[in-house]
């Protein structure tokens, strides 16, 4: 089965993980990468934190991902008519019908780990306070 989840992937971290993961429980895993432009327009000028060129291969050292596609507009709609995925897999507060693609294909949402994000993560290391714990 052909399995597509997307983002920015800017810092990862646990929570990326275990959406790969579960992806990859699933099937083959095609991931949708927003490119720098598209990180900007997204998360504003400061970001990403990582090029482009570095997100792609870090996840594609990943055993848990097979492809990784960098798309360079807001969504990865076109990328998804063209992968043409059985499954898309996408992390966060989203019902299936608001997500990119779910005119196209079976949507599935993983339910985020609770505190697990890159802009927590990124706003802690930028006001110098230590990481919060992420446990509950």
Same mark, same amino acid.
């Given at each position: 089965m052909k399995i597509f989840t997307n983002g920015c992937f800017d810092v990862l971290h646990r929570g990326h993980i275990e959406l +790969?993961?579960?992806?990859?429980? +699933?099937?083959?895993?095609?991931?949708? +990468?927003?490119?720098?432009?598209?990180?900007?327009? +997204?998360?504003?000028?400061s970001r990403p934190v990582n090029t482009q060129e570095d997100r792609k291969r870090i996840l594609e050292e990943l055993r848990s991902v097979d492809e990784v596609h960098i798309f360079e507009e807001d969504t990865p709609y076109e990328l998804i008519k063209y992968l043409k995925p059985n499954l898309i897999i996408k992390g966060g507060d989203y019902k299936p019908e608001e997500v990119s693609g779910h005119d196209l294909c079976e949507v599935r949402i993983f339910e985020t780990l609770l505190g697990y994000s890159s802009t927590r993560l990124i706003n802690a290391r930028a006001s110098s306070k230590a990481v919060p714990d992420f446990n509950p």
């Open positions: +790969l993961t579960y992806c990859a429980s +699933l099937g083959e895993v095609f991931v949708g +990468l927003n490119s720098d432009e598209s990180v900007r327009r +997204l998360k504003g000028s």
